[in-house]
């Protein structure tokens, strides 16, 4: 299903519970990775937008990046690291640390602060590969990135960055797709958990899944019933999309996509994962999180 060079399938975010002082509950982040190491996930992965990577310590990012390489190693689990950073040279040297830990790939973000020029891209992603030791390399470029690469570009990196495997992307329609398959062949297409049952026939490899957040299992199963019984995965997802409008989308008026992602997680009920942000970002409330679970659980049982 999925291996080092080209990863695929559904991959679950490592999110950070947050106790009453506004720190990191370690225990409870060393049973969550457990969970979701001995889950049906095909990957886990840290530091993306859901474990708040943009508002940890030095101190935080070197911890819980030292329990998921060793949990996962030990779990056998595929895992990858993310090394984002708004200064590209921190950003840098991370990735060249944590070389030591062996992930099955490294996820990187474009410099964050001044929207870097194309060229400035292009030596950004080979400084990376310089130091990342053979380890391949994930692009994220989600929607809100300040230079959202086209396919065109893409295409264009990936031949003069040989370690880079694959990107994170908002995906598209149709015709989309087919450009991708045309542009990026051999190269894995990571969509949001939400449109993978759409993505997946047309091209897509798998998702850093935000359904993952909401239920790690349910995520996978849906990937699972694409091959087994397609007419019940594009029910489902239809399901999860109207979900998602509905519910989970009028809290983005208030809340940023990582309290979106938390807010998902504590509804789940999988780990001890609370809606809790670190200061100084707003969370959901716990009643939300009582009202979106019992909501999920009434319309997408499946998952649970």
Known sequence: MTDQKHPAGIWGAILLPINQMNQVDWVAFSEQVDIMCASSLHGIYTNGTAAECHNQTDLEFDKLTEIVAEKSLKHKKLFQLGVSHTNPRIARERLKRLTCFKPDGFQITLPDWWPPTLNEVKNF??????????????????????????LEEIANLREQVSSLVGIKCAGGDQDWYKKSRDLLNNFSVFVPGHTIVFGKPLGANGSYSNIACLSPNGAVMIWNL????????VEIEMRVNNFMQKHIMPYAKIL??????????????????SEKLLWPYDSATPEDTKKIAEIAHRELPELF
């Open 256 to 273: 940023s996509n990582t309290g979106l992602d938390k807010l998902l997680a504590a509804a789940g009920g999988w780990g001890p994962i």
């Open 226 to 233: 694409i091959e087994s019984d397609i007419d019940k995965a």
């Open 125 to 150: 992603t080979l400084g990376m590969e310089e130091v990342a030791d053979n380890i391949p390399l994930i692009l994220y470029n989600p929607p809100h990135a300040k230079v959202l690469l086209s």
